[in-house]
T-cell receptor, first 114, second 113 residues
Framework: AQSVTQLGSHVSVSEGALVLLRCNYSSSVPPYLFWYVQYPNQGLQLLLKYTSAATLVKGINGFEAEFKKSETSFHLTKPSAHMSDAAEYFCAVSESTGGNQFYFGTGTSLTVIP | KAGVTQTPRYLIKTRGQQVTLSCSPISGHRSVSWYQQTPGQGLQFLFEYFSETQRNKGNFPGRFSGRQFSNSRSEMNVSTLELGDSALYLC????????????FGPGTRLTVT
């Protein structure tokens, strides 16, 4: 069975500082991994995805994530935070072997301090 | 290409009533999944439909049901509403048999009073 753990339900960073949001997964089969962002009163928007190609994945808005199998991690980073990055971020995992269900983490709320 | 649309966006119902939510997936997408999002429980999977068949189901009571039509549009029904059903209900569509990625609609905010 798959599961996702997001460490830190709330993260605050200063504008211009590094953003690091942590995600660890558990999967009995090779996983597909995703990061989504949710702005207030909106649905989820896909930031980036890992589907067994390059382990360093680049997404939209300057975000990237690195798949580390040995650490079962898929942390999200951005070199320099912008005020517009303030939102809720969700990590998700699905099976690569034909599964059709996503398992989401509990989310991390990012605050950017001016 | 138009995104996933959900109607209505906001809904207020009374305890004991029933409600039907609608989701129109991205054109060409055959898989539709439904999620319930609450502050306390986060995103919880309700069910997934593919080609008019329920392919996967989460751990929700039978009061929650859904269906998918031949044009891939999907509806979700909740009967005998409870206060705890107040949530944002999100619909997501996906292209095919393996969920490479899902595209989410804006959600329907259901308030049960």
């Amino acid at each position: 069975a798959q599961s996702v753990t997001q460490l830190g339900s709330h993260v605050s960073v200063s504008e211009g500082a590094l953003v690091l949001l942590r995600c660890n997964y558990s999967s009995s089969v090779p996983p597909y991994l995703f990061w989504y962002v949710q702005y207030p009163n909106q649905g989820l928007q896909l930031l980036l995805k890992y589907t067994s190609a390059a382990t360093l994945v680049k997404g939209i808005n300057g975000f990237e994530a690195e798949f580390k199998k040995s650490e079962t991690s898929f942390h999200l980073t951005k070199p320099s935070a912008h005020m517009s990055d303030a939102a809720e971020y969700f990590c998700a995992v699905s099976e690569s072997t034909g599964g059709n269900q996503f398992y989401f983490g509990t989310g991390t709320s990012l605050t950017v301090i001016p | 290409k138009a995104g996933v649309t959900q109607t209505p966006r906001y809904l207020i119902k009374t305890r004991g009533q029933q409600v039907t939510l609608s989701c129109s997936p991205i054109s060409g997408h055959r898989s539709v999944s439904w999620y319930q999002q609450t502050p306390g429980q986060g995103l919880q999977f309700l069910f997934e439909y593919f080609s008019e068949t329920q392919r996967n189901k989460g751990n929700f009571p039978g009061r929650f049901s859904g269906r998918q039509f031949s044009n891939s549009r999907s509806e979700m029904n909740v009967s005998t509403l409870e206060l705890g059903d107040s949530a944002l209900y999100l619909c997501a569509s996906s292209l095919g048999t393996v969920l490479y990625e899902q595209y989410f609609g804006p959600g329907t905010r259901l308030t049960v009073t």
